[in-house]
């Protein structure tokens, strides 16, 4: 069972490629530190994108299976910035690939104006429960525009499932083996085990 377990983790170690942020785009690089929050250890950056006041286009690349998706939004420049402001209802994003909102709307209420700087957060929550993160800066533009339908698509793959839809039906039967016949203190035990070792 342990052999089971260890062999799922590598398994899951090896095809995790965590995701990146096409549009608009990402601070960088965060492959190795994207664990880290609010930003995937990548500080604000001065490459703002332009972006239309009343809301824009978001274009990302997920990479696992499946993951817990959710886009926030927070306004300033610096590194300070709090991402409390929810821009879409978080879903269960499954699939590879790209996905693409050709039009995430900005909360009119918030009285933004042209020239306002802010950050965009992709947060993803994959299987075994480890939070990746992404940040795009912006600047808000009467300008901007949506990106065209060429360039904002998902791909084959891609879907989009509303949370809880997964509640209503029974865990698959490894889950199930594994919580049922193996005592709880001994799978959290290796649960821990393995998620250090996952994290390391
Ligand atoms: C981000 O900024 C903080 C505070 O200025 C600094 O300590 C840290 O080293 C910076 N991180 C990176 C990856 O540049
Ligand atoms: C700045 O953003 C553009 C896309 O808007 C990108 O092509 C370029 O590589 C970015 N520069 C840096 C230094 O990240
Ligand atoms: C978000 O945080 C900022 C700074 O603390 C605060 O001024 C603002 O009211 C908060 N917005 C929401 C929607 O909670
Ligand atoms: C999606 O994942 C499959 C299976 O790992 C792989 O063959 C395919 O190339 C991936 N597609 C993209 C667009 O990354
Ligand atoms: C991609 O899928 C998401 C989730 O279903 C959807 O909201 C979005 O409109 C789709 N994008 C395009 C370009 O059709
Ligand atoms: C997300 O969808 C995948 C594929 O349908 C499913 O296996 C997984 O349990 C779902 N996760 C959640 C948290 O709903
Ligand atoms: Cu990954």
Redesign the pocket.
Known sequence: MAALLIGLALLLKLTSAHFSVEYPYWRGDSYSTQYTRPCG???VTNNRTQWPLDGGSILFSPSHPWAITYINLGLGSD?TVIFNISLIENFNQTGNGTLCFPKVNIPPELGLTAGSHASIQVIQLSELGSALYNCADITFSENAELLSTDKCANSSGIGWEPLGAAASTPPDTGVGYLTTAYPTFMYSWLSALVFIWLWN
């Open positions: 250890g990548v500080n590194d």
